[in-house]
């Protein structure tokens, strides 16, 4: 996946790069609040010796974008269905249905927090090892 963006600051082997969103619509109509924020900041490797200030095509590879969505929004979701209905269907055949629907969220909950750290944690080795790293790979001006 290339983007575009301008080299804000360099850092060693390091370049961190504003990033041009593209907007789905083209409009500024502010009713989906994605057209208020029209960069993103992101940590690229400089291989290219990219300067402050200059504008830079930078690259990701889709299988490690498409991961990326998954770890963030797919496994997430399934985590927090499968915690609470777990809980909640485990209260209910022990007899305690008055506070199984708060005691599945709060499980649920816990769970996704739980996950959401571990992932933390684990950031930079699945950047790393899963090919998630941003590359400059030229400069444009």
Same mark, same amino acid.
């Given at each position: %996946? +290339?983007? #575009?963006?301008?080299?804000i ?6 370049a +961190?790069? *504003?990033? @041009? ?14 057209? *208020? ?5 992101? *940590?690229? *490797?400089?291989?290219?010796n990219?300067?402050?200030?200059? @504008? ?5 590879s889709?299988?490690?974008? %498409? @991961?990326? &969505? @998954?770890i ?8 927090l269905? &499968?915690?609470?209905?777990?809980? #909640? ?5 022990k ?5 199984? +629907?708060l005691?599945?969220v ?6 996704l927090?739980?996950? #959401?750290?571990?992932?933390?944690a684990?950031?930079?080795?699945l ?15």
């Amino acid at each position: %996946m +290339e983007q #575009f963006g301008r080299v804000i600051k360099v850092k060693g082997d390091k370049a +961190e790069v *504003e990033v @041009f969103r593209a907007s789905g619509c083209g409009g500024n109509c502010g009713s989906c609040g994605g057209c *208020e924020s029209t960069s993103l900041i992101v *940590e690229a *490797e400089n291989s290219v010796n990219a300067s402050v200030g200059q @504008f830079v095509k930078i690259d990701s590879s889709t299988k490690g974008v %498409m @991961f990326a &969505a @998954f770890i963030t929004y797919v496994i997430p979701a399934i985590l927090l269905i &499968a915690s609470y209905a777990a809980a #909640f269907y485990t209260l209910i055949s022990k007899g305690y249905s008055k506070s199984a +629907e708060l005691i599945g969220v709060v499980v649920g909950l816990a769970v996704l927090g739980l996950y #959401f750290l571990i992932l933390k944690a684990m950031d930079k080795k699945l950047v790393k090892n899963k090919g998630l790293a941003i590359k400059i790979v030229q400069i444009i001006k």
